[in-house]
């Protein structure tokens, strides 16, 4: 069972710029959730896909957008990058919604 | 949204107990307590979870108080492998979002 895999690991993009981030979830696992880590800062709930649909969404602009693919698994999109963007970009995958989640080592994308 | 309150940083001695306290007054009855870990430079990773009931698990036990609006999380020997940041996590009743705050940070004395 491989586990949930991030790519790239780490990315430079100038700002208003647009970028693209993926994920490849855990084997079996149909649930990718989107998660911006700053700095010393706790992990933010940017969104989640269950089998291909968003099913909630936290407090980021429409900016911020994703995928889910048949596969299960997912892309952040971002536009108009800001510097405030800068963050390490975190995926976790489940088997379905009530267990835990499996997280990816994550894309450090740095706005300049 | 549900919200939970940690102490920035703790330390411990190697193999002594450690008991890391999560306040989460705002909890809804159908909320599930979980506890995820950070080691540096890593994706968090799952320690244990529960709704009402006290938990055991391989890692780890988890203390909910009887009200909810408290737990802790024991970890029964620290080892240094154990430093890391601790989240304390609510996860709403559909299970669609995670709500971190900003973790315990757990120095683990040789």
């Known amino acids: 069972e491989t586990g949930v895999t991030q790519s790239p690991t780490h990315l430079i993009k100038t700002r208003g710029q647009q970028v693209t981030l993926r994920c490849s979830s855990q084997?079996?696992?149909?649930?990718v959730s989107w998660y911006q880590q700053a700095l010393g800062q706790g992990p933010q709930f940017i969104f989640q896909y269950y089998r291909e649909e968003e099913n909630g969404r936290g407090n980021f602009p429409p900016r911020f957008s994703g995928l889910q693919f048949p596969n299960y698994s997912s892309e952040l999109n971002v536009n108009a990058l800001e510097l405030d963007d800068s963050a390490l970009y975190l995926c976790?995958?489940?088997?379905?919604?009530?267990?835990?989640?499996?997280f990816g080592q994550g894309t450090r994308l740095t706005v300049v | 949204d549900a919200k939970t309150t940690q102490p920035n940083s703790m330390e411990s001695n190697e193999e002594e107990p450690v008991h890391l306290p999560c306040n989460h007054s705002t909890i809804s009855g159908t909320d599930y307590i979980h506890w995820y870990r950070q080691l540096p430079s890593q994706g968090p990773e799952y320690v244990i979870h529960?709704?009402?009931s006290n938990v055991n698990n391989r890692m780890a036990s988890l203390a909910i108080a009887e009200d909810r609006k408290s737990s802790t999380l024991i970890l029964h020997r620290a080892t240094l492998r154990d430093a890391a940041v601790y989240y304390c996590?609510?996860?709403?009743?559909?299970?669609?979002?995670?709500?971190f705050g900003t973790g315990t940070s757990l120095t683990v004395i040789p």
């Open positions: 529960g709704l009402t």
């Open positions: 976790a995958s489940r088997r379905h919604q009530n267990t835990e989640a499996f």
């Open positions: 996590i609510l996860r709403d009743s559909t299970g669609n979002q995670f709500y």
């Open positions: 084997s079996g696992h149909n649930t």
